[in-house]
């Protein structure tokens, strides 16, 4: 049954921008488990699952959520089961991420609602564009949700892995203004943004800048022809830390170092900075934290505690007051062809979806 679903679901092209079958499958399927559903105009659904059960304390709400677009190449995915697990035919990613995410939530819906146990008030948010900058989550209204903490089904770890904290992803894009001349009859008259930029590029901290931090430039263009001294040039750069402040400052860093490179080449730097999103860390002893932990016991499994370079929507839940850990899934090699589910370890996501409703 919940092979069938995430097949079925997996087989729904839905790559990021391009939600809305996907979108509209999901929410038949949270009201036929008895959720009320609205679409925002971002196109994130949300599902409310009322607290029920009588004379018993059901306990504050909790949020599950997971992110129902995928990477290119996602459409026409056409699984094929191998020794229980589940792999694309090879020519598309498999889309586990995130629709492993998403079944393993539906289907722990329903076995928390044949368990005919007291339930606390559920909220479901399956998200669009998140591999798009996190831009559905982006989106949401936080003022509608009553949850206070929540879990996003969207690590590619094993079944287990709790990540507690995410690094700030700062975004500078540089343009560089030089001045064109002929580059052989009077270079004299030219400043060449190709080379200022290169020199600031030169200067930049690449790599693993201290055991929280990183840095890249990942994108350079800039020129037009070889006969021509380079009026434009263009970079795009990121800096990521597990410490906020020290994100904000070392981009800071950076922009004036590569504005004070251009201008030593007589060349202009705009650098424009973004927060593309905010890090978080969740102390082990947050009551978010030991629900995960109590659930995981429920299933004989100890929690894996972890942090990650990477940012996931649980980012921009964080930074709205709603304290969220990201769960692994089980899923492997995701954003790559090669993507493949064990099965086992979507039942066991799906237990701990259970288990994080029902758990004391
Ligand atoms: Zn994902």
Known sequence: ?????????????????????????????????????EQDDAGNIIGRMPAHGSGCSCGDAIMLCAHLDRVPPGKGVNPVIRDGVI????????????????????????MAKASGRCLPQVEVVFTVSEERGLRGAKQLD???????????????????????????????????????????????DGISAIQAAAEAIAGFPFGRVDAQTTANVGIVSGGTATNIISERAYFKAEVRSLDHQRALDLAEECATRIRDTAARRGARADVAITVDYRGYTIPKDA??????????????????????????????????????????????????????????????????????????
């Open 1 to 37: 049954m919940i092979v069938d679903e995430f097949i079925e679901l997996v087989k729904i092209d839905a790559e990021s921008g391009h939600e809305a079958q996907m979108a509209a499958a999901v929410a038949d399927k949270l009201r036929s488990i008895g959720l009320e559903v």
């Open 87 to 110: 792999y694309s035919s090879g020519d598309t990613v498999l889309a586990a991420d995130d629709i492993a995410g998403v079944t393993a939530i539906l289907a722990g819906l329903r």
């Open 142 to 188: 936080y003022a509608g949700l009553a949850s206070k903490t929540g879990y996003i089904f969207d690590a590619a770890d094993p079944v287990g892995t709790v990540i507690l904290s995410s690094p700030t992803h700062m975004g500078l894009e540089v343009q560089i203004a030089g001045r064109a001349a002929h580059a052989a009859a009077n270079p004299e």
């Open 287 to 360: 009551p978010v934290v030991e629900r995960a932990v109590g659930a995981l016991k429920t299933a004989g499994r100890d929690a894996v505690f972890q942090s990650t370079m990477g940012g996931s929507d649980g980012n921009v839940f964080n930074a709205h007051g709603i304290a969220c850990v990201v769960l692994g899934v089980g899923s492997r090699n995701v954003h790559s062809t090669r993507e493949s589910q064990p099965i086992s370890e979507l039942m066991a996501a799906a237990e701990l979806a259970r288990d994080l409703i029902l758990v004391e």
